[in-house]
C-alpha cells in the first residue's frame, strides 16, 4: 500500500525556523509535493521536489531525498499567518498516465507571538 | 479566471438521498481531480479526468459514486444514497499535463470545496 508519515503538530514563534518532516512507502513514485491548508481553505501549492535536493521559493525550501524516502519542509522567518496545516504529498506515475496526489496526514503548526 | 469553483459550499441533506456537486476548472487546464477530506486528515483521491476521458477511479469509490466530465470542462460528482460516512469535505483541483509531458512542479489547482453533511 501506499503510506506517508508526518508528525502530527509543530509549535513554534514568530521568526523561528521549522523543519516538517515526511517519510513514505509508495510504488510509482514521481515527486514529492508540499501544500499548505487554513482552517476551512483549500490547499494551496508550496513546493514541489522531482530530484534529489533541495528546492527553495522565498522563505520556504523543501528537500528530497529519494534513496531514503525522505523529504522535509523548511520554513524560515515565520509569521503568525504560516500557523496552518502542512501537507506532503507523493505523486504517483504509472507510465505517465496520472499524477494523482497521495497525502499523508498533515502537520498542524502552530505559530506563537 | 479566479481559478476552480465549486458549487455548493455546503449540503446537508438526508440519508438516503441522491446529491450532486459541481466543479469548474481552470479553463485551460485538462486535468480534473476529485478528493475527499474528513477531519484531522489530507485529502484522499477519488477519481481523475484528462479531457472527458475518467483515467482512474479509487477504490474508495463505491458504485454509489459517479463522476462526469462531459465536455472536457466542467465536472459532477453525484452520490446517490448517500450514508452518515460520506460526511465530508469534496476538493476538486485541476492541472495541466498530459501523456508524459507532465507539468516538471507537478502543481495542482485546488477548489474551495463542497462540505457535505449527511444527517
Known amino acids: 500500500g501506499q503510506s506517508l508519515e508526518q508528525p502530527s503538530e509543530v509549535t513554534a514563534v514568530e521568526g523561528a525556523i521549522v523543519q516538517i518532516n515526511c517519510t513514505y512507502q509508495t510504488s510509482g513514485f514521481y515527486g514529492l509535493s508540499w501544500y499548505q491548508q487554513h482552517d476551512g481553505g483549500a490547499p494551496t501549492f508550496l513546493s514541489y521536489n522531482g530530484l534529489d535536493g533541495l528546492e527553495e521559493t522565498g522563505r520556504f525550501s523543501s528537500f528530497l531525498s529519494r534513496s531514503d524516502s525522505y523529504g522535509y519542509l523548511l520554513l524560515q522567518e515565520l509569521q503568525m499567518k504560516d500557523s496552518a496545516s502542512y501537507f506532503c504529498a507523493v505523486s504517483l506515475n504509472y507510465g505517465g498516465a496520472t499524477n494523482k496526489l497521495i497525502f499523508g496526514t498533515g502537520t498542524l503548526l502552530a505559530v506563537q507571538p | ?119
Open chain 2, 1 to 119: 479566471d479566479t481559478g476552480v469553483s465549486q458549487d455548493p459550499r455546503h449540503k446537508i441533506t438526508k440519508r438516503g438521498q441522491n446529491v450532486t456537486f459541481r466543479c469548474d476548472p481552470i479553463s485551460e487546464h485538462n486535468r480534473l481531480y476529485w478528493y475527499r477530506q474528513t477531519l484531522g486528515q489530507g485529502p484522499e483521491f477519488l477519481t481523475y479526468f484528462q479531457n472527458e476521458a475518467q483515467l482512474e477511479k479509487s477504490r474508495l469509490l463505491s458504485d454509489r459514486f459517479s463522476a462526469e466530465r462531459p465536455k472536457g470542462s466542467f465536472s459532477t460528482l453525484e452520490i446517490q444514497r448517500t450514508e452518515q460516512g460520506d460526511s465530508a469535505m469534496y476538493l476538486c483541483a485541476s492541472s495541466l499535463g498530459g501523456g508524459r509531458a507532465l507539468s516538471p512542479r507537478n502543481e495542482q489547482f485546488f477548489g474551495p470545496g463542497t462540505r457535505l453533511t449527511v444527517l
